[in-house]
């Protein structure tokens, strides 16, 4: 879960439309405790998990998911920021970002109005549940919560009426010449009834028939720089493969979808040299395995959406994460609670937390891969009695060989390379 960091100044509290100076003492007090990180994240989480739990578009999609979590927290310290004023709405960016997100991916506008009506219950019942007066001096417990339910109404109310606006204009925009008809192509070679390449690929700009690299770029926040940064990172991806311009559509508030057409099989090896970019410019990139055609086209796509959700689900973050690395992981599901058995079974103590263990499993994982202790010593710039003393510890540990049952000892480590240590109580 992400909470906004960003501290708004304390407000000195006037409660202009509270009918008592001892309201007007409880909400200064009531603002400074929920404006704890601690709370705000509590917040954050009755508040988001309501609403994954009710609305599937969002619970199914990372990053909107991600860009749930901003806009709630920065619309509950702006809430609680102007909460002794007379009412009115200062939206933040992240809630803007978040109607954008939905619209450029192509959701109806009830989704919308459903993560504010889930939300506005959940916010109810947080108050209720966190809002005590063991304080003699406080004012009865009915007035606070009407004073305060009044004021989270009046703003999920204005703030849903500008959000429809933002969302009617973003889809209006999308629906309006080039970017529209170009991003109903696109949809339409990912749909269920995919065109001819040759009916596409003239109006696309976009060599169809060709080897298909599909591509996701995404930043951390959207901002001003985002959009320029999105479209740079994609056709540094096309440099790398020797591709010429690519194909690409805007996915949301900050990710945007590509794709590099070259005539034969794509050279990869030149995309580790845009991790120090996309680090610098906080951008992230997942790219599917190429394939030739309209059905690489759409598998390839398919195969970078469940890179990016591997990213997105692990303890790091990656600049670059390529299908072709973690596809063991898409398939077996990084979430699934057999996967992690099989990981504690199979690693045993070499599933340890401390430091020391995780060279330990990462000298296993290359030397399994390479099966040369010299190769291994190499490319992890240690001696070759480090990696045959870890090698060695690794067995004590595992109670066997490495050449036992090596195919499973790898897919746990490479689980563990991604998520981190399992534990036996997840």
């Given at each position: 879960?992400?909470?906004?960091?960003?501290?708004?100044?304390?407000?000195e509290i006037h409660v202009t439309d509270a009918r008592s100076s001892a309201?007007?003492?409880?909400?200064?007090?009531?603002?400074?405790?929920?404006?704890?990180?601690?709370?705000?994240?509590?917040?954050?989480?009755?508040?988001?998990?309501?609403?994954?739990?009710?609305?599937?578009?969002?619970?199914?999609?990372?990053?909107?998911?991600?860009?749930?979590?901003?806009?709630?927290?920065?619309?509950?310290?702006?809430?609680?920021?102007?909460?002794?004023?007379?009412?009115?709405?200062?939206?933040?960016?992240?809630?803007?970002?978040?109607?954008?997100?939905?619209?450029?991916?192509?959701?109806?506008?009830?989704?919308?109005?459903?993560?504010?009506?889930?939300?506005?219950?959940?916010?109810?019942?947080?108050?209720?549940?966190?809002?005590?007066?063991?304080?003699?001096?406080?004012?009865?417990?009915?007035?606070?919560?009407?004073?305060?339910?009044?004021?989270?109404?009046?703003?999920?109310?204005?703030?849903?009426?500008?959000?429809?606006?933002?969302?009617?204009?973003?889809?209006?925009?999308?629906?309006?010449?080039?970017?529209?008809?170009?991003n109903a192509q696109i949809e339409s070679l990912l749909g269920d009834s995919?065109?001819?390449?040759?009916?596409?690929?003239?109006?696309?700009?976009?060599?169809?028939?060709?080897?298909?690299?599909?591509?996701?770029?995404?930043?951390?926040?959207?901002?001003?720089?985002?959009?320029?940064?999105?479209?740079?990172?994609?056709?540094?991806?096309?440099?790398?493969?020797?591709?010429?311009?690519?194909?690409?559509?805007?996915?949301?508030?900050?990710?945007?979808?590509?794709?590099?057409?070259?005539?034969?099989?794509?050279?990869?090896?030149?995309?580790?040299?845009?991790?120090?970019?996309?680090?610098?410019?906080?951008?992230?990139?997942?790219?599917?395995?190429?394939?030739?055609?309209?059905?690489?086209?759409?598998?390839?796509?398919?195969?970078?959406?469940?890179?990016?959700?591997?990213?997105?689900?692990?303890?790091?973050?990656?600049?670059?994460?390529?299908?072709?690395?973690?596809?063991?992981?898409?398939?077996?599901?990084?979430?699934?609670?057999?996967?992690?058995?099989?990981?504690?079974?199979?690693?045993?103590?070499?599933?340890?937390?401390?430091?020391?263990?995780?060279?330990?499993?990462?000298?296993?994982?290359?030397?399994?891969?390479?099966?040369?202790?010299?190769?291994?010593?190499?490319?992890?710039?240690?001696?070759?009695?480090?990696?045959?003393?870890?090698?060695?510890?690794?067995?004590?540990?595992?109670?066997?060989?490495?050449?036992?049952?090596?195919?499973?000892?790898?897919?746990?480590?490479?689980?563990?390379?991604?998520?981190?240590?399992?534990?036996?109580?997840?």
């Amino acid at each position: 879960m992400q909470v906004d960091e960003r501290q708004t100044p304390e407000p000195e509290i006037h409660v202009t439309d509270a009918r008592s100076s001892a309201l007007a003492a409880w909400v200064q007090d009531f603002v400074e405790r929920a404006s704890r990180d601690d709370v705000v994240a509590t917040f954050v989480a009755a508040v988001d998990d309501a609403v994954t739990e009710q609305v599937p578009e969002i619970a199914n999609d990372p990053i909107l998911v991600q860009d749930l979590h901003k806009s709630t927290g920065s619309q509950w310290r702006a809430f609680l920021a102007l909460l002794g004023d007379d009412h009115r709405l200062v939206l933040p960016t992240q809630a803007s970002d978040l109607a954008l997100s939905l619209a450029r991916r192509g959701h109806d506008l009830v989704v919308l109005l459903k993560i504010y009506r889930v939300g506005q219950q959940s916010i109810l019942q947080f108050f209720d549940a966190f809002i005590t007066t063991g304080d003699t001096a406080a004012p009865p417990r009915d007035e606070i919560l009407v004073f305060m339910w009044a004021r989270a109404s009046s703003w999920v109310d204005d703030a849903v009426e500008t959000l429809i606006e933002a969302f009617v204009a973003e889809r209006q925009r999308l629906h309006d010449g080039v970017v529209a008809r170009r991003n109903a192509q696109i949809e339409s070679l990912l749909g269920d009834s995919p065109p001819s390449s040759a009916d596409l690929s003239g109006s696309l700009s976009h060599a169809l028939q060709h080897w298909q690299t599909a591509f996701v770029v995404w930043a951390g926040d959207a901002g001003a720089s985002t959009a320029p940064l999105l479209l740079k990172a994609a056709q540094d991806v096309a440099d790398a493969v020797r591709a010429p311009r690519p194909l690409t559509m805007v996915a949301g508030s900050r990710e945007l979808w590509g794709w590099a057409a070259t005539p034969g099989q794509p050279d990869f090896s030149h995309l580790p040299g845009l991790v120090d970019g996309l680090r610098e410019d906080g951008l992230h990139l997942a790219i599917g395995v190429a394939a030739p055609g309209i059905p690489g086209f759409r598998t390839s796509h398919a195969e970078a959406r469940a890179a990016q959700r591997i990213a997105l689900h692990g303890p790091q973050l990656s600049p670059l994460v390529a299908y072709a690395d973690v596809e063991l992981l898409c398939i077996m599901g990084e979430g699934s609670e057999l996967m992690r058995r099989m990981v504690l079974r199979e690693a045993g103590s070499l599933a340890g937390a401390d430091k020391n263990m995780g060279l330990v499993r990462e000298t296993v994982l290359v030397y399994l891969k390479t099966l040369n202790v010299e190769t291994t010593a190499e490319q992890l710039f240690v001696h070759k009695n480090t990696v045959r003393y870890r090698i060695a510890r690794a067995e004590e540990l595992i109670g066997h060989p490495l050449t036992q049952r090596s195919t499973q000892l790898e897919l746990a480590l490479r689980w563990m390379e991604r998520f981190g240590p399992p534990t036996s109580s997840r």
